[in-house]
């Protein structure tokens, strides 16, 4: 099974600042990586897929890059209702593992 | 609008069965393969199994593998995951969510608002 690995588990920032969340696949997965934001007592919501392709009617502060093992999402400017749990998500080959989520806090 | 709505989750003793049902509208229903993927109290995202367009295909996680049994049908624009043997770490608020493809990859664009499970004597 291939294993996605994210970092940090949490994080706390402020209105307008840049986020970065990591995420590291066991093995090489391409470009077939997801991400989802799930916000508090809700369903997860799609965010970027096939690594760096931004979902219809997410906002432009989302982006999502890299390919191989190594990924990132970037959050440009932090806004309040960005508050919210993220994982990514590998779709290479079943099972279609998640990471283990990474907590965030706008400040 | 497109949508998917999970049902039949309830409490049930361990050991015994549970059908979930997942009603899909406003897409061509046919068209899609489908996950269920569930979340543990205060855990994470945990992938279940998924079914192709055609039920010709199906996969599922070692934790629930033998036990748990995904099927569709078309005809109703329904999803079921028959839940047999059911344990305590069972216990989730299981979702239903569609498979899309784009750019040669494969990722879950529509969840449902899920239905809650709990394994419990």
């Known amino acids: 099974d291939i294993q996605m690995t994210q970092s940090p588990s949490s994080l706390s920032a402020s209105v307008g600042d840049r986020v970065t969340i990591t995420c590291r696949a066991s093995q090489s997965i391409t470009s077939y990586l997801n991400w989802y934001q799930q916000r508090p007592g809700k369903a997860p919501n799609l965010l970027i897929y096939a690594a760096s392709n931004l979902q219809s009617g997410v906002p432009s502060r989302f982006s999502g890059s890299g390919s191989g093992t190594d990924f990132t999402l970037t959050i440009s400017s932090l806004q309040p209702e960005d508050s919210a749990t993220y994982y990514c998500q590998q779709s290479l080959s079943s099972p279609w593992t998640f990471g283990q989520g990474t907590k965030v806090e706008v400040k | 609008q497109v949508q998917v709505v999970e049902s039949g989750g309830g409490v049930v003793q361990p050991g015994r069965s549970l059908r979930l049902s997942c009603a899909g509208s406003g897409f061509t229903f046919h068209s899609y393969a489908m996950h269920w993927v569930r979340q543990a109290p205060g855990k994470g995202l945990e992938w279940v199994a998924v079914?192709?367009?055609?039920?010709?295909?199906?996969y599922y996680a070692d934790s629930v593998k033998g036990r748990f049994s995904i099927s569709r049908d078309n005809s109703k624009n329904t999803l079921y995951l028959q839940m047999n043997s059911l344990r305590p770490e069972d216990t989730a608020v299981y979702y239903c969510?569609?498979?899309?493809?784009?750019?040669?990859?494969?990722?879950?664009?529509?969840w449902g608002k899920g239905t809650t499970v709990t394994v419990s004597s």
């Open positions: 079914v192709s367009s055609d039920a010709a295909n199906k």
């Open positions: 969510a569609r498979a899309e493809y784009a750019r040669s990859c494969y990722y879950m664009d529509v």
